[in-house]
């Protein structure tokens, strides 16, 4: 993968001694955290390389720090101030704010909230981060893996900006539904019948049918796993190469 160079400009350096992570929890249903904390064992062997300094949830600590990275869960409430003014805070004490999941990246289904809910009357609006603040990496899935949140955190140790390149265009995609997928690659006579859109979807709203994707959008909650996961709509051939330990000028 091939970065320009104002990406490589732009991405600030997180070579040191130890990554100091941050987790904020908006508004989301905590699946991402408990598929982040699904890596604890691996984590723990981490140590030596990330130090998690901020999260109400992980750490007891109110007053938040300077971070090296914060994974950021959920959508943000408009009407809740606090979530507003810890977010921006968030942004300007962590040197990479990674939207972590489908609400934070995209929405999710948290842009389907209409107000008068019996538990939150006045909460109506929910926005992803990017509307709000700069947003450096998005992690989509409802919930992301805990392998591939393994893998990001991996990556930022060891400063591996190739492998963040995709999150990092991810940050600003608008290709959140499988209507974008349906428009952009299938109807484009692009698609490949591999079925990883399909594998994806959490909700089974994108299935195979004569080889084919078949998208219900009545079960779609925006969370842009289907869209990102299309090798047609991104192909990170070096990391593939890399991933099957294979040298690319040798194949």
């Known amino acids: ?42 984590l723990a062997d981490l140590l030596h390389a990330v130090d998690i300094v901020y999260g109400q949830t992980l750490v007891d600590k109110w007053e938040m720090p300077e971070m090296d990275l914060v994974l950021v869960e959920g959508s ?7 979530s507003l003014k810890e977010l ?5 004490k962590s040197k990479l704010l990674v939207a972590l999941g489908s609400c934070a990246s995209t ?6 909230a209409k107000g008068g809910q019996q538990a939150q009357p006045k909460h109506s609006s929910f926005l992803a981060l990017q509307h ?4 450096d990496l998005a992690v989509p899935g409802c919930p992301p893996s805990p392998e591939l949140i393994k893998r990001v955190l991996l990556a930022a140790v060891n400063n591996d900006m190739d492998y963040l390149k995709p999150f990092m265009d991810f940050a600003s995609n608008q290709e959140a539904c499988g209507c974008d997928l349906q428009k952009k690659i299938i109807n484009q006579s692009i698609c490949v019948g591999c079925g990883a859109c399909a594998a994806a979807c959490p909700t089974r709203a994108m299935t195979m049918q004569d080889g084919r994707p078949l998208f219900n959008c009545d079960r779609c909650v925006k969370c842009g796993s289907c869209y990102y996961q299309c090798t047609r709509s991104w192909w990170p051939v ?14």
């Open 107 to 112: 929405g999710g289904f948290t842009v389907y």
């Open 1 to 42: 993968m091939v970065k320009d160079e104002d990406d490589v400009n732009n991405t600030p350096d997180l070579s040191q001694d130890k990554l100091k992570i941050g987790y904020i929890h908006l508004s989301g249903c905590t699946g991402d955290l408990m598929s982040f904390t699904e890596n604890y064992d691996d």
């Open 238 to 251: 070096d990391e593939i190469y890399k991933e099957l330990g294979y040298n690319k000028e040798e194949v």
């Open 76 to 82: 943000v409430c408009l009407e809740d101030e606090h």
């Open 132 to 135: 709000l603040v700069k947003v």
């Open 88 to 92: 921006q805070e968030a942004r300007s």
